[in-house]
């Protein structure tokens, strides 16, 4: 199980970190990665690292201003954003990926979050 948290509303230019708990697997051996929905739009590719936290990837809208990073003794996925914008407004998800390796597709991914709401206001 994995479930999402973290400060919803917050002015552009401002930064917000995302949490993602994970219960019920090996943490330490999967992949994880975070997605996002905004209203009308597909699910789209954010950011992934591997089981190791050895690699990451972002999507090229998100570079430079968002990091994406694990603790696997805490069993947390993190996803700290800055300079944030009013198009970063959208549903954040946290997934799970048991082959360890990244990957920046949904159907990559085994296992999902619920999803936490993250508005930017302009």
């Known amino acids: 199980q994995l479930q999402a948290s973290g400060v919803g509303l917050v002015q552009a230019g401002g930064s917000l970190r995302l949490s993602c708990a994970a219960s019920g697997l090996t943490f330490g051996g999967y992949a994880m990665g975070w997605f996002r929905q905004a209203p009308g739009k597909e699910r789209e590719f954010v950011a992934t690292?591997?089981?190791?936290?050895?690699?990451?990837s972002y999507a090229d809208s998100v570079k430079g201003r968002f990091t994406i990073s694990r603790d696997d003794a805490k069993n947390r996925l993190h996803l700290q954003m800055s300079s944030l914008k009013p198009e970063d407004t959208a549903v954040y998800y946290c997934a799970a990926r048991s082959n360890g390796y990244i990957g920046s597709q949904p159907n990559d991914y085994d296992y999902w979050g619920q999803g936490t709401q993250v508005t930017v206001s302009s």
């Open positions: 690292i591997n089981w190791r936290g050895s690699i990451t």
